[in-house]
């Protein structure tokens, strides 16, 4: 049988991104689930192998094209200048994941009719979709965050059809691919005014909703519905199975497995943009506590990062607006509330790389560190649950992993807090340097 590239190299190693069903000439491509994982499935009848797809998806790309050590200023990017702050209006603020600044200023952005429309992602019973939205209204029902493939890169493809100019919400993943699809389309770089990224440490396969389900409601109940995470500070998600809903603390969202990165998607494992460093305007959450700036619990704040002069313009025109309130933080505090997810990147991400390009996996290892051999490790185990069906049902019904990463907690945190402070310096040197 001829092999296809995209099959072959990432398969269901996929991250669900979008871009190679943008790029595609051929409309040869379709993003879908199947057994519980995303993966891109070829048309061959249409297919003529021209590989468009494969240099544009990011998962190809950071297994085997980027430097196997990504230097630390990549995963944090040049930012200049960076703030946290939460959205003025008190319903965005509290609906939204963090602060709701996104929301702000993409509502801002509207209302000042800087743009005509916003291309975002909406959770649609399982499966999250791209959408178009016109109108600030309509804002509001999509806020929150979603932990789950977004394939908004998709939606790149309806911006030449549109009329008039758009804010793009994305991953990294899906940034860096726009912006690699603006670099050779001069049509669709005018077009697109601002692209709004949001921090991603990783996102969940599908299976992982099959996993919850169980946990919390028994073996043999299936997941038929998910929301976004959002409200009222950090939020929940509400999951809605064949033995009825449940709504998830945002913190039992992310327990063990996902924190390992075991549930992620493959490709996730190999990705060092962690910050979305090409966007014009960077958000995540503010999770450190810094007394001064979190004095209400159940309240979120963003942290917002200018990447582009562009978009520090917007922010300063939506805070002059009143739309937003902002402290400028320093670019050490910055990385400070990302800490954990940068130094995850920085320690896994070159010997991912290495293991995925050498193949020779003892050989690849020898010379590093027992801790460093471990970290190596959890990539099989997410790619055995990936490819084994049978392996994830064990999960469900044992939960021995769990178990044993909860035995293992409080020497995993002694470990990883000891490399956070490594990263922490090398980090803040690295920024001093740019
Ligand atoms: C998968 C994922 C991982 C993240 N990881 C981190 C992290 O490690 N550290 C951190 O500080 N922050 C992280 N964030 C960002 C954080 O959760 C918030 O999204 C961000 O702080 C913006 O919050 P807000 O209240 O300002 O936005 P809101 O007002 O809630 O608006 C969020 C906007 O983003 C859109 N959106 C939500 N999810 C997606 C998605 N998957 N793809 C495209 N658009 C989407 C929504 O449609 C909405 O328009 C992550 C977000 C996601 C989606
Ligand atoms: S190889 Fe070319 S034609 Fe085939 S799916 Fe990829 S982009 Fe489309
Ligand atoms: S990661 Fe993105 S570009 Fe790559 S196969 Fe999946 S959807 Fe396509
Ligand atoms: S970790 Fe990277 S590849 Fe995975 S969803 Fe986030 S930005 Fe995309």
New binding site residues.
């Given amino acids: 049988m001829p092999e296809y590239t995209l099959e072959k190299y990432v398969g269901t190693d996929c991250v669900g991104c979008g871009s190679c069903v943008a790029v595609c000439p051929y409309d040869a491509i379709a993003v879908k689930i199947q057994d519980d994982l995303v993966q891109p499935l070829l048309d061959r009848n249409r297919c003529s192998k021209c590989d468009l797809c494969v240099e544009n998806c990011p998962v190809f790309r950071n297994k085997y094209l980027e430097p196997i050590r990504p230097d630390v200023s990549r995963i944090v990017g040049k930012p200049y200048r960076s703030f946290i702050g939460f959205a003025n209006n008190n319903r965005?603020r509290a609906n939204?994941?963090?602060?709701?600044?996104?929301?702000a200023l993409?509502k801002h952005l509207l209302d000042e009719e800087e743009i005509d429309y916003i291309i975002?992602?909406?959770q649609h019973k399982l499966i999250?979709q791209p959408v178009i939205l016109k109108e600030s209204k309509d804002?509001f029902d999509?806020?929150?965050?979603?932990?789950f493939p977004?394939f908004?890169t998709e939606a790149s493809r309806e911006i030449l059809s549109n009329p008039g100019k758009c804010a793009v919400?994305?991953?990294p993943c899906q940034i860096d691919s726009l912006r690699r699809m603006e670099a050779t389309r001069k049509r669709l770089r005018e077009k697109v005014y601002v692209h709004l990224g949001?921090?991603?440490?990783h996102?969940n396969e599908y299976w992982y909703l099959r996993y919850l389900s169980s946990y919390y409601k028994g073996l043999g109940c299936n997941p038929l519905a998910v929301s976004?995470r959002?409200g009222s500070w950090p939020g929940s998600i509400n999951l809605e199975t064949s033995c009825g809903s449940i709504t998830i603390p945002h913190p039992k969202v992310w327990g063990n497995i996902p924190l390992l990165h075991l549930s992620s998607p493959f490709g996730c494992l190999f990705c060092d943009n962690h910050m979305n460093t090409n966007s014009d305007i960077a958000?995540?959450?503010l999770?450190v506590l810094i007394p001064r700036v979190t004095n209400k619990k159940d309240i979120?704040k963003?942290?917002v990062t200018a990447y582009t002069k562009h978009g520090l313009t917007i922010i300063e025109d939506a805070k002059r607006k009143g739309e937003v309130s902002l402290k400028e933080i320093s670019a050490k505090a910055l990385i400070g509330?990302?800490i954990a997810?940068i130094t995850a990147k920085y320690l896994g991400v070159p010997m991912r790389r290495k293991i995925i390009r050498h193949r020779h996996m003892m050989e690849t290892i020898s010379g590093f560190p027992i801790n460093y051999v471990l970290i190596s490790l959890l990539p099989m185990i997410n790619s055995y649950l990936g490819r084994r069906s049978e392996l994830r049902r064990m999960l469900y019904k044992y939960r021995l992993l769990e178990r044993l990463l909860n035995l293992y907690q409080t020497k995993m945190q002694r470990l990883l807090l000891k490399a956070t402070s490594k990263v922490m310096r090398i980090s803040t040197t690295a920024l001093h340097e740019l």
């Fill in positions: 965005i939204g994941s963090s602060g709701g600044v996104a929301t993409l975002t992602a909406h999250a804002l999509v806020q929150g965050s979603i932990y977004s908004i919400v994305g991953l949001l921090f991603c440490s996102i976004s959002h958000l995540g959450t999770r979120g963003s942290v509330t990302q997810s």
